[in-house]
């Protein structure tokens, strides 16, 4: 037994931790597997589900990996956290300062290190308000810009459409939603024809959606809109329920064992908006994959170069977004699922705080690290949806007062350039000072444990995921699962509950002493609640001020690479491909991880033509790619 252990790691106690840039943490790094497809990736995973063969393979994978060394046999002294939950004071809670923050991204400003919220600065908004009223409260709080005629929306380049745009054409009668959806319709049966299939949807309803559209015309020419969302497109993810759909979860066999028998909470407050829900968005099969390449329903394909990858598992909803179809389409987030893809595609998505909007009616394949994202063009229009599906369910709502909402007043002139951005120093791909059009203070920083995060939430997610697949599995045909998933799979069930035990002592310990939390802390909250949460007051206090002496922004990368090329191999098989999985994800677990919110926003190019994005989190690690 001592032969075939390996040693754990000793974490050290927080206060010894160096954050500076020439600090001396190392950082591990792990052996990924070649990639696999095809006939290769079927060899191995009947290997893999062989008991003899299968189990020897994932003990020389976790050990290659460094789980053992990392996790397994790792020392922490803290307790477990296992759910990711914010507290609440009578002032703010957690989620609702998410809309201030991306608020303040949407006016090109920020919350100054040290700075009190000033009041004048936020509105604050009934808790009971309907959807449609939060909406509107959301659009008043967004600076008003110059009226657009329909002339000015048709230029000689591509130009995606917003919330606004279908709102001010459809009240003056330019055009209608029955029109929009009439163009919607054609064009995603364009997006499906040879050579290059973009497989944007699984399963869309042409009479539906023009029902939706022709009541919500009617609405119109009464001059009786309910909300700006009236008539306006939006996607779905096909791990939301929206009915009469079925929800698939990007399988052959899920909707089988669970029927869609009514909309998620987020969609029916979405509906009740007169949004156009126009169907459900194809995804990586049960999101256990970064490509988007689902052998059941066909590779989405980057509108920017249908050869390479949208990226996963909210593949669909990113791709249908970025082709201009959508202004907005929603996601499930666990482990970038929304701003990974997104930032591959060139468009913002947003991750909000864990448990602001309600997971109700949503695949529960990861309870304590998903929740629904946003996917928008605009950061306007993540805001504006945002508003109208956050907020606790009814029936969930405590017995005491409920937190005050506040939404921000974006008409402010407080410039950015005074905020000190920091850069995390390893791989950096983005210079800071192209991010905006002022001078800015940039400095380096250290963050610690990263690959110990990236495998302490891959056992957590992968635990949850077989946990709430176990009763399904007893009954299925593994025929009927994707080859990469069957590997997936078989992986993901082989962690023990010592290591989910874990896995939660390190969520703890990292949430209390990762650096990007204390940025979270100090932009988003008071000093009060940050001590709270921090508990260990002067200890976690010492690291929060040693970070923020340097800098109130944390800059990354959104991934480690771009979006790579779809290879032939990998249609009818899915694929795993660990090292460029592995470099997509790098800079997006710890806001799933530490529910903390993230935020990843468009930035350029790189020399294929492919998006290059920054993403901003929570706890302030902002990614950019």
Same mark, same amino acid.
Not at 11 to 21: A, S
């Given at each position: 037994?001592?032969?075939?252990?390996?040693?754990?790691?000793?974490?050290?106690?927080?206060?010894?931790?160096? $954050?500076?840039?020439?600090?001396?943490?190392?950082?591990?790094?792990?052996?990924?597997?070649?990639?696999?497809?095809?006939?290769? *990736?079927?060899?191995?995973?009947?290997?893999?589900?062989?008991?003899?063969?299968?189990?020897?393979?994932?003990?020389?994978?976790?050990?290659?990996?460094?789980?053992?060394?990392?996790?397994?046999?790792?020392?922490?002294?803290?307790?477990?956290?296992?759910?990711?939950?914010?507290?609440?004071?009578?002032?703010?809670?957690?989620?609702?300062?998410?809309?201030?923050?991306?608020?303040?991204?949407?006016? #090109?400003?920020?919350?100054?290190?040290?700075?009190?919220?000033?009041?004048?600065?936020?509105?604050?908004? +009934?808790?009971?308000?309907?959807?449609?009223?939060?909406?509107?409260?959301?659009?008043?709080?967004?600076?008003?810009?110059?009226?657009?005629?329909?002339?000015?929306?048709?230029?000689?380049?591509? &130009? &995606?459409?917003?919330?606004?745009?279908?709102?001010?054409?459809?009240?003056?009668? +330019?055009?209608?939603?029955?029109?929009?959806?009439?163009?919607?319709?054609?064009?995603?049966?364009?997006?499906?024809?040879?050579? *290059?299939?973009?497989?944007?949807?699984?399963?869309?309803?042409?009479?539906?959606?023009?029902?939706?559209?022709?009541?919500?015309?009617?609405?119109?020419?009464?001059?009786?809109?309910?909300?700006? *969302?009236?008539?306006?497109?939006?996607?779905?993810?096909?791990?939301?329920?929206?009915?009469?759909?079925?929800?698939?979860?990007?399988?052959?066999?899920?909707?089988?064992?669970?029927?869609?028998?009514?909309?998620?909470?987020?969609?029916?407050?979405?509906?009740?908006?007169?949004?156009?829900?126009?169907?459900?968005?194809?995804?990586?099969?049960?999101?256990?994959?970064?490509?988007?390449?689902?052998?059941?329903?066909?590779?989405?394909?980057?509108?920017?170069?249908?050869?390479?990858?949208?990226?996963?598992?909210?593949?669909?909803?990113?791709?249908?977004?970025?082709?201009?179809?959508?202004?907005?389409?929603?996601?499930?987030?666990?482990? #970038?699922?929304? &701003?990974?893809?997104?930032?591959?595609?060139?468009?913002?998505?947003?991750?909000?705080?864990?448990?602001?909007?309600?997971?109700?009616?949503?695949?529960?394949?990861?309870?304590?690290?998903?929740?629904?994202?946003?996917?928008?063009?605009?950061?306007?229009?993540?805001?504006?949806?945002?508003?109208?599906?956050?907020?606790? $369910?009814?029936?969930?709502?405590?017995?005491?007062?409920?937190?005050?909402?506040?939404?921000?007043?974006?008409?402010?002139?407080?410039?950015?350039?005074?905020?000190?951005?920091?850069?995390?120093?390893?791989?950096?791909? *983005?210079?800071?000072?192209?991010?905006?059009? &002022?001078?800015?203070?940039?400095?380096?920083?250290?963050?610690?444990?990263?690959?110990?995060?990236?495998?302490?939430?891959?056992?957590?997610?992968?635990?949850?995921?077989?946990?709430?697949?176990?009763?399904?599995?007893?009954?299925?045909?593994?025929?009927?699962?994707?080859?990469?998933?069957?590997?997936?799979?078989?992986?993901?069930?082989?962690?023990?509950?010592?290591?989910?035990?874990?896995?939660?002592?390190?969520?703890?310990?990292?949430?209390?002493?990762?650096?990007?939390?204390?940025?979270?802390?100090?932009?988003?909250?008071?000093?009060?609640? /940050?001590?709270?949460?921090?508990?260990?007051?002067?200890?976690?206090?010492?690291?929060?001020?040693?970070?923020?002496?340097?800098?109130?922004?944390?800059?990354?990368?959104?991934?480690?690479?771009? /979006?790579?090329?779809?290879?032939?191999?990998?249609?009818?098989?899915?694929?795993?491909?660990?090292?460029?999985?592995?470099?997509?994800?790098?800079?997006?677990?710890?806001?799933?991880?530490? #529910?903390?919110?993230?935020?990843?926003?468009?930035?350029?190019?790189?020399?294929?033509?492919?998006?290059? /994005?920054?993403?901003?989190?929570?706890?302030?690690?902002?990614?950019?790619?």
């Amino acid at each position: 037994m001592g032969l075939l252990r390996d040693a754990g790691v000793v974490y050290k106690p927080v206060e010894q931790i160096d $954050l500076g840039p020439c600090s001396n943490e190392s950082y591990f790094r792990v052996d990924k597997a070649p990639r696999m497809a095809g006939f290769l *990736l079927k060899i191995f995973a009947w290997f893999l589900e062989s008991r003899i063969i299968g189990a020897l393979l994932l003990h020389i994978v976790k050990k290659n990996n460094q789980v053992h060394k990392l996790v397994t046999n790792a020392t922490l002294v803290e307790p477990p956290m296992f759910i990711p939950l914010h507290p609440i004071t009578d002032n703010y809670k957690n989620d609702h300062y998410i809309s201030q923050w991306l608020g303040y991204m949407i006016a #090109g400003r920020g919350r100054l290190h040290n700075t009190e919220l000033n009041q004048q600065e936020v509105k604050q908004i +009934d808790s009971d308000a309907s959807p449609p009223e939060r909406v509107q409260e959301a659009i008043n709080c967004i600076p008003v810009t110059s009226e657009k005629s329909l002339d000015d929306l048709k230029p000689s380049c591509f &130009r &995606r459409w917003t919330i606004a745009d279908y709102s001010r054409t459809y009240s003056t009668g +330019d055009i209608t939603p029955l029109r929009v959806a009439e163009h919607f319709i054609d064009a995603v049966r364009v997006s499906c024809s040879p050579p *290059l299939p973009m497989s944007f949807f699984i399963n869309y309803d042409a009479e539906d959606i023009l029902r939706q559209a022709r009541e919500s015309t009617i609405r119109y020419e009464r001059g009786n809109p309910i909300s700006a *969302l009236d008539g306006v497109p939006i996607a779905i993810k096909d791990e939301i329920d929206c009915y009469p759909y079925p929800t698939t979860g990007g399988t052959k066999w899920l909707q089988k064992f669970r029927p869609c028998t009514g909309d998620a909470c987020c969609v029916m407050r979405l509906r009740s908006c007169g949004a156009i829900l126009v169907g459900k968005t194809n995804m990586h099969e049960l999101g256990a994959g970064v490509s988007g390449i689902n052998p059941h329903y066909g590779p989405i394909r980057n509108p920017y170069d249908p050869n390479k990858i949208a990226g996963g598992s909210s593949s669909g909803s990113s791709a249908v977004v970025s082709s201009g179809l959508c202004p907005v389409a929603l996601g499930v987030d666990s482990g #970038g699922s929304v &701003r990974m893809p997104a930032s591959l595609c060139g468009v913002v998505g947003f991750k909000p705080t864990f448990g602001c909007i309600p997971h109700s009616g949503v695949l529960p394949l990861n309870w304590t690290v998903g929740t629904v994202g946003i996917i928008a063009a605009t950061l306007e229009d993540a805001f504006i949806v945002y508003a109208a599906i956050s907020g606790e $369910l009814h029936s969930h709502k405590p017995t005491t007062l409920p937190p005050k909402v506040h939404f921000p007043l974006l008409n402010s002139t407080n410039p950015i350039s005074n905020i000190r951005f920091a850069k995390y120093g390893e791989n950096m791909l *983005l210079r800071c000072s192209e991010l905006a059009m &002022r001078p800015i203070q940039v400095e380096g920083v250290t963050i610690p444990d990263i690959e110990s995060m990236l495998l302490a939430h891959y056992v957590t997610i992968s635990s949850e995921c077989c946990t709430s697949l176990s009763s399904h599995m007893e009954k299925l045909d593994f025929a009927e699962i994707g080859w990469d998933v069957r590997v997936a799979l078989r992986v993901c069930g082989a962690f023990h509950g010592k290591e989910y035990i874990k896995a939660q002592k390190m969520r703890r310990s990292l949430t209390y002493a990762t650096p990007t939390l204390h940025f979270f802390l100090e932009v988003f909250m008071s000093d009060t609640l /940050a001590q709270t949460l921090l508990g260990h007051r002067y200890r976690q206090m010492q690291i929060h001020n040693n970070i923020f002496a340097m800098a109130d922004v944390i800059v990354t990368p959104s991934t480690g690479r771009t /979006a790579y090329s779809i290879i032939d191999d990998a249609l009818k098989t899915g694929e795993v491909d660990c090292i460029n999985g592995a470099a997509l994800i790098r800079y997006q677990i710890a806001p799933n991880f530490l #529910g903390l919110p993230a935020v990843t926003v468009p930035v350029g190019y790189d020399k294929p033509v492919c998006r290059l /994005a920054f993403n901003s989190s929570g706890n302030r690690g902002r990614n950019l790619r």
